[in-house]
Each structure stands twice: as C-alpha cells, then as structure tokens.
C-alpha cells in the first residue's frame, strides 16, 4: 500500500477527500483494495418444524411439512443440509 494511505495512528486513509480508501475509486485503482469482506452468514436462533411445503432459501431444495427449517442472521429459512453447512456441521 502507498504511504499516501497511512497516517501513523490513525490507520488507514483516502488522501483524496473519500471517508475510507475502501470508498474511493481511486484509491481501489492505486492499491487494489476493492469491497470489504463480509461476516460469514450464521444460525439465529432454535430450529422450527416447517408448517408448509416451500423452499431453501439457500440451495433451492424442497422442504416439506414438520421437516425442521433454520433461520439465519440473513433473514433467510434455510434447510437442515445447508444449516449444517454454516454451522460446520450440525
């Protein structure tokens, strides 16, 4: 990264006006520094059984009544499979 981004103490900086190098065109030119990274999407709260037949939010399969569905802190109803996948393996 250019000195032109660091300011001792004070972390990273735009020189060119933006709030974060990250919001800067510029600065994502000059030093590739692009979007920052998400929080991995995770379980939010007990699992319920599913009072209808619908779908994955997920991976799209089928889940059918009294199978247990998951809500995750996306806002997303997610299957037992994909649950498992998030949490590393329920």
Do not use: F
């Amino acid at each position: 990264m250019s000195d032109l981004h660091t300011r001792e103490g004070e972390g990273v900086t735009c020189t060119h006006g933006m709030p974060t190098p990250a919001s800067c065109i510029d600065c994502m030119d000059d030093d590739g520094l692009g979007a920052p990274t998400t929080a991995p999407e995770r379980l939010e709260g007990p699992s319920v059984a599913s009072k209808y037949d619908t779908e994955c939010r997920k991976c799209d399969g089928s889940i059918r009544v009294g199978e247990r569905v998951y809500l995750t802190d996306a806002g997303r109803w997610v299957c037992e499979r994909c649950a498992g996948e998030i949490q590393g393996g329920l």
